[in-house]
Nanobody
Framework: VQLVESGGGLVQPGGSLRLSCAASGFTFSNYYMSWVRQAPGKGLEWVANINGDGSAAYYASSVQGRFTISRDNAKDTVHLRMNSLNPEDTALYYC??????????????????????WGQGTQVTVSS
């Protein structure tokens, strides 16, 4: 199983970026996929996830209306389109297989090991 993120970089406040994650080694369309992020000095935060056929997507309140998750099952890729970026979006963004556990939804900490697989991350820095 391998997940490889790309597309991060430095962007000015108000700008946009599109992250991509290429998956291999498993039947991609069988799994929910998530994007999670870790800002400097903070814990892991779930950002968004999408179901196997791409018909349903869910977002953290902090990114709702600004970020869009999508997937291309023909290419085994998942994307995160990020608009109206602000400095609080600065973080290392990870692609992960699966969805956050109930413990996170009910207020617990999130760990990368809560997911079935994860990539190496791609850095997003929002700064003027």
């Amino acid at each position: 199983v391998q997940l490889v993120e790309s597309g991060g970089g430095l962007v000015q406040p108000g700008g946009s970026l599109r992250l991509s994650c290429a998956a291999s080694g498993f039947t991609f369309s069988n799994y929910y996929m998530s994007w999670v992020r870790q800002a400097p000095g903070k814990g892991l935060e779930w950002v968004a996830n999408i179901n196997g056929d791409g018909s349903a997507a869910y977002y953290a309140s902090s990114v709702q209306g600004r970020f869009t998750i999508s997937r291309d099952n023909a290419k085994d890729t998942v994307h995160l389109r990020m608009n109206s970026l602000n400095p609080e979006d600065t973080a290392l963004y990870y692609c992960a297989r699966g969805s956050p556990p109930l413990t996170y939804i009910t207020g617990g900490a999130l760990k990368l090991t809560d997911f079935g697989a994860w990539g190496q991350g791609t850095q997003v820095t929002v700064s003027s």
